[in-house]
């Protein structure tokens, strides 16, 4: 037995699936792999979305930071909303965009189908979108427009079990309240959903968002007032 020479693969052709992306076992690796598969696809999320469901990425594991690319075109520094120096990026964010309907409604989509692919990734949706919500100071007003648009369509197209409290709760920090960047940001909100839904759509939402009868605190503290409220709202194009 032991004279007998053991089988090789020598002359035999390994056959591989077309386009198969390895698994990277770090951020880094993780998010380089995804960012490459925007710039390969030149930002056509359809070619991305089917790129992305043949490959063997884990995104159990780096969810988080799959969104962080969907949404700032790269990974952020830890616990920070800023861009990773030595990391890749792709110019085909949801913040690259314009920050009108037409441009922010196919990264919907693509979340979309991509969720009902992977429903578990909703969590990794929700822990980066909390993050980004929070730290509304830290971005541009215009970016924040486009965050307030998306949020709204996220709502308006169902997005896969998106609860509300998600969106509203986190928007409760003083600092972002005083300011008058959480009345903003709800303002472009508002006046998005509004172009699809009705108002009572809009009601039954901030019902689940248990903001219903909150409203005033969306406003800083000189302007709380019921009739700030309603002179503030009526001026809704």
């Known amino acids: 037995m032991s004279s007998k020479e053991k089988p090789t693969l020598g002359g035999t052709r390994i056959k591989t699936r077309k386009r198969n992306i ?5 951020t880094a690796s993780f998010s380089d792999a995804i960012v490459q598969i925007y710039i390969d696809n030149g930002g056509d999320l359809e070619l991305v979305a089917k790129s992305i469901e043949s490959s063997d990425l884990n995104f159990s594991r780096y969810g988080d930071t799959f969104f962080e690319v969907v949404f ?12 990773e120096e030595e990391g890749d990026r792709h110019p085909y964010s949801v913040l ?19 969720l009902r ?8 949706l929700e822990n980066v979108m909390r993050k980004f919500l929070q730290s509304l100071e830290f971005f541009e007003e215009n970016e924040r427009k486009k ?7 996220a709502f308006s197209q169902k997005l896969s079990g998106l609860p509300p409290e998600t969106v509203f709760q986190p928007l409760l920090k003083d600092n ?5 960047i959480v009345l903003s940001f709800i303002t472009e909100f508002f006046k998005e959903y509004l172009k699809e839904n009705s108002l009572d759509d809009l009601i039954g939402l901030l019902k689940k968002g248990k903001m219903e009868d ?12 019921s009739e700030a409220l309603s002179e503030h709202f009526t001026r809704f194009d």
């Open 22 to 26: 390895a698994a990277p076992l770090d």
């Open 72 to 83: 700032v075109g790269g990974r952020t520094q830890p616990g920070t909303i800023k861009p």
């Open 96 to 114: 690259d965009c314009a920050a009108q309907r037409e441009a922010i409604l196919p990264s919907v989509l693509y979340i979309q189908k991509t």
């Open 117 to 124: 692919r992977r429903p578990f990734l909703i969590k990794n």
């Open 147 to 153: 965050l307030a648009i998306f949020t709204a369509l």
């Open 176 to 180: 972002l309240v005083a300011k008058g």
């Open 214 to 225: 909150n409203l005033l605190d969306f406003f800083p503290s000189a302007k709380r007032s």
